[in-house]
């Protein structure tokens, strides 16, 4: 899984438009389809793993995958938010529908981290702490 995965890094624009969230005092979670993170934790050296997270909700740990609705709503249940209080970011459009018909707004993640993290910052910076 090390090799695998050695190539997995956060993009920069959206971890600082998810701390600048968390500043704002608004929650973040991380929603994962994982291997979870025993006995190799792809995340640790990311430096964005421990403490960062509100709610972390991965597909190994919780025996279901997105786009079943099953699992945004535990990532609901995890923040202790309603669907119409989150926003939701996937690079996968099809994991998208399950998480509107739960209100929850999303955003369809492509190739220009700095347009999705100006996006996230005025749909996140404009609300109410969570």
């Given at each position: ?12 624009e ?6 600048r ?30 403490d ?10 919780e ?18 938010l ?17 998480a ?6 999303t ?24």
């Amino acid at each position: 899984m090390r090799r695998a995965l050695a190539n997995l890094r956060p993009q920069t624009e959206i971890v600082a438009a998810a701390k600048r969230a968390r500043a704002a005092g608004i929650k973040v979670a991380m929603l994962s389809n994982s291997f979870g993170a025993e006995p190799y934790n792809p995340y640790e050296d990311k430096g964005i793993w421990t403490d960062f997270f509100d709610a972390v909700i991965l597909s190994e740990r919780e025996g279901v995958r997105k786009p079943s609705t099953l699992i945004y709503q535990r990532a609901l249940v995890g923040l202790g938010l309603t669907g119409p209080e989150c926003v939701f970011v996937d690079d996968h459009a099809g994991n998208l529908p399950p998480a509107e018909a739960l209100g929850i707004r999303t955003v369809h993640h492509t190739t220009d981290p700095a347009g999705t993290a100006a996006l996230l910052d005025s749909l996140l910076l404009d609300r109410s702490p969570a």
